[in-house]
C-alpha cells in the first residue's frame, strides 16, 4: 500500500525548488530517509552508558528534529519505553520522553526525563485533569526531579503501547490536516493505515481521544492530528522512524500532484504542541 503520512505548512518561498517547478504547485525538496546503520551503530557506542534504547532514540531523534520540513513549524517530540533500576535497585518501566526546552536536532539523553509509566496510564481512569494538575503528575513521577518539564504530549505518548513514539508537525502533512475536508482527504490517500484524531488542543483530554483512537482499531501504524501534525509508533526506533518518513512522503506526493490553490490552509488552530505555552 502507498498509504503513508507526514505533517505541516506549506511554505514554497522558505524550502528548495523540486523537479516539480510549475507555478502554483508544491515546490519543497523531498523529504529523505536519512536512517544510516554506520551513524546507528556509532549512537550506540557514545550513547552506550545510557543503554541502546536511549541511544537509539537519541539518534532518530535527531533525524526529525534536524529537517526542517518536519519540525519547522512548532518542533516535535519523541519517546521510548524501558525498563530501569529505581534507587533501591528495583525495576521500573519508565517514559524517556523529550523534555520542555530541548531542541530535538541537538538533543542529549539528558533531554528525555524519565517518567514511571504505569502511574501515567493510571490517569485514563480520569474523565478530566486540567493543565495545571497534569504537569504536576508528570513531575511527581519523574526520577529525577531536577530533569527537564516533561512534553504537553507526554500522556498521548504513555497512553499508547509502542515502545517507540515519534510525533513531528511536518510541512505537507498540516498541508493536509489544515483542510477543512481533512479527514476524507487522508482516508483518500492512506485508506485505514493511521487513525484520525479530531481537533483537540494538546493535553490530557486530545491524549485521550488519541487513546482511544487506538482502541478503536490496533492496527493502526500512526494517527494524523487534524490540525495538528502526525504520530507514527512501533517496536524499534527505525521502524518508527520509517513509518513517519514514508507517511511523509505520501503527504508530498498528494500535494505534488494538485495546485496549491486546493491545499490552502485555514489558519492553524494548533501552532505548536504547547498547553497555553507551558511546555514543547
Not at 502554483?24 to 550513547?47: C, F, I, M, R
Not at 513521577?141 to 504513555?158: K, R, W
Not at 502533512?173 to 477543512?180: L, M, S, T
Request: aromatic share 6%.
Amino acid at each position: 500500500s502507498k498509504q503513508h503520512l507526514k505533517v505541516q505548512l506549506v511554505m514554497p518561498s522558505q524550502a528548495a525548488a523540486t523537479p516539480d517547478s510549475r507555478p502554483g504547485h508544491w515546490q519543497a525538496a523531498p523529504v529523505k530517509n536519512a536512517w544510516s546503520e554506520t551513524d546507528a551503530a556509532a549512537a550506540l557506542e557514545k550513547y552506550a552508558a545510557h543503554g541502546p534504547d536511549v541511544a537509539l532514540r537519541v539518534y532518530t531523534s535527531r533525524l526529525i528534529g534536524n529537517d526542517p520540513q518536519l519540525v519547522l513549524h512548532g518542533g516535535g517530540n519523541t519517546s521510548v519505553k524501558l525498563t530501569v533500576p529505581n534507587a533501591v535497585g528495583e525495576s521500573v518501566v519508565v517514559l524517556a520522553v523529550k523534555g520542555s526546552g530541548w531542541d530535538l536536532g541537538s538533543i542529549e539523553p539528558a533531554g528525555l526525563p524519565l517518567v514511571q509509566l504505569e502511574p501515567l496510564r493510571k490517569l485514563r481512569q480520569l474523565s478530566k485533569l486540567t493543565d495545571e494538575d497534569m504537569v504536576n503528575q508528570l513531575r511527581i513521577n519523574m526520577l529525577d526531579c531536577g530533569g527537564p518539564t516533561p512534553s504537553v504530549e507526554t500522556l498521548l505518548h504513555a497512553f499508547l503501547p509502542h515502545k517507540f513514539v515519534d510525533h513531528s508537525h511536518a510541512d505537507a502533512i498540516a498541508a493536509i490536516v489544515d483542510q477543512p475536508d481533512a479527514a476524507d482527504i487522508c482516508r483518500s490517500i492512506w485508506g485505514q493505515r493511521y487513525g484520525i484524531v479530531e481537533y483537540i488542543m494538546p493535553g490530557f483530554t486530545l491524549a485521550l481521544r488519541a487513546g482511544q483512537v487506538y482502541d478503536a482499531d490496533p492496527t493502526v501504524k500512526g494517527l494524523l492530528l487534524l490540525k495538528h501534525g502526525l504520530f507514527t509508533f512501533a517496536d524499534t526506533a527505525k521502524e518508527s522512524y520509517d513509518e513517519h518518513i514514508a507517511a511523509v512522503q505520501q503527504a508530498e506526493a498528494h500535494c505534488r500532484s494538485r495546485p496549491l490553490a486546493a491545499l490552502t490552509p485555514l489558519p492553524r488552530a494548533c501552532c505548536d504542541c504547547g498547553a497555553q505555552g507551558l511546555l514543547s
